[in-house]
């Protein structure tokens, strides 16, 4: 099992920047696919980024693409979101996620963090 706390959340005016951390636990960290999601109360989970095993492939939601990066540091067990050029709508609580191989041609994002509150200001 691995164990995942997010944290850099906070309040920010738009147009301004955050960086969150995901910091696992457990001994298989490097061998997940890891992904970042966010929601808002009442709205359903949304993905917004996730980057592979070994940090060399990174998919993005369109509403974040050009404005998020996604990127790990598997020596020390971290993940990362660079969020640039905050809007409004990017307010939701934030949380990271292992992908787990269920079988040949079955993944699933197994493991949860918390989650961190992220708020834009107009």
């Known amino acids: 099992q691995v164990q995942l706390v997010e944290s850099g959340g906070g309040l920010v005016q738009a147009g301004g920047s955050l960086r969150l951390s995901c910091a696992g636990s457990?001994?298989?960290?490097?061998?997940?696919?890891m992904g970042w999601f966010r929601q808002v109360p009442g709205k359903e989970r949304e993905f917004v980024a996730a980057?592979?095993?070994?940090?060399?492939?990174?998919d993005y939601a369109d509403s974040v693409k050009g404005r998020f990066t996604i990127s790990r540091d598997n020596a020390k067990n971290t993940v990362f979101l660079q969020m640039n050029s905050l809007k409004p709508e990017d307010t939701a609580v934030y949380a990271c996620?292992?992908?787990?191989?269920?079988?040949?041609?079955?993944?699933?994002?197994?493991?949860w963090g918390q989650g961190t509150q992220v708020t834009v200001s107009s």
């Open positions: 996620a292992a992908r787990v191989m269920l079988s040949l041609a079955r993944y699933e994002y197994r493991y």
């Open positions: 457990g001994r298989d960290f490097g061998s997940y696919t």
């Open positions: 980057i592979r095993r070994d940090g060399l492939s990174t």
